[in-house]
């Protein structure tokens, strides 16, 4: 079985400011991670994933996320937010092979000015 | 051009009523989903296929069916609509690389709304 609990529904950050969304994962096998932006009235992309090549990540558009096994967790970071970022962010984990993919409940992210 | 697009992109209908969303793709995946997401709910899984001949329920497929017409093609029919149906609504494709690794790509949604 895998799962992946994403903490607060809702993040604020000022710009110019540290961004960090939390996701935490569960799975019985090493996983695969990814997370993904949702931008207004559009469709899902994908920011960056994890397929144990390195446990930094670097994505697109500054952002990162690292893996650590031992708080089975994948962070999501930027240094500094610009306003372009505000957008609707989902961490997701598979396991690989025929598992399908299970996507958390989502974080919103607001950029204030 | 979009490499997966859904048609249409917003519907309005009525309770009772057939309706069928349509989806196609240009990335020659063998794999397609259907999800739909709600505020709060995140995306959840209704149909996949993994090939033409492959047709899986997800983990929220009563009241949906769906149809794999050619490795391009996933429809998603709702057989009569209901209010609880109203949602966004998302195809994706997915290629499996030989390292095992599985990227979804997402079509632009489908906005429907149940009266």
């Known amino acids: 079985a895998q799962s992946v609990t994403q903490l607060g529904s809702h993040v604020s950050v000022s710009e110019g400011a540290l961004v960090l969304l939390r996701c935490n994962y569960s799975s019985s096998v090493p996983p695969y991670l990814f997370w993904y932006v949702q931008y207004p009235n559009q469709g899902l992309q994908l920011l960056l994933k994890?397929?144990?090549?390195?446990?930094l990540v670097k994505g697109i558009n500054g952002f990162e996320a690292e893996f650590k096994k031992s708080e089975t967790s994948f962070h999501l970071t930027k240094p500094s937010a610009h306003m372009s970022d505000a957008a609707e962010y989902f961490c997701?984990?598979?396991?690989?092979?025929?598992?399908?993919?299970?996507f958390g409940t989502g974080t919103k992210l607001q950029v204030i000015p | 051009d979009a490499d997966v697009t859904q048609t249409p992109r917003n519907r309005i209908t009525k309770t009772g009523k057939r309706i069928m969303l349509e989806c196609s793709q240009t990335?020659?995946?063998?794999?397609m989903y259907w999800y739909r997401q709600d505020p709060g709910l995140g995306l959840r899984l209704i149909y996949y296929?993994?090939?033409?001949?492959?047709?899986n329920k997800g983990e929220i497929s009563d009241g949906y069916s769906v149809s794999r017409q050619a490795q391009a093609k996933f429809s998603l029919s709702l057989e009569s609509a209901i209010p609880n149906q109203t949602a966004l609504y998302f195809c994706a494709t997915s290629d499996l690389t030989s390292g095992g690794v599985e990227t979804q790509y997402f079509g632009p949604g489908t906005r429907l709304l149940v009266l």
């Open positions: 990335k020659g995946h063998d794999r």
């Open positions: 296929s993994f090939d033409v001949k492959d047709i």
């Open positions: 997701a984990v598979n396991s690989g092979g025929y598992q399908k993919v299970t």
């Open positions: 994890y397929t144990s090549a390195a446990t």
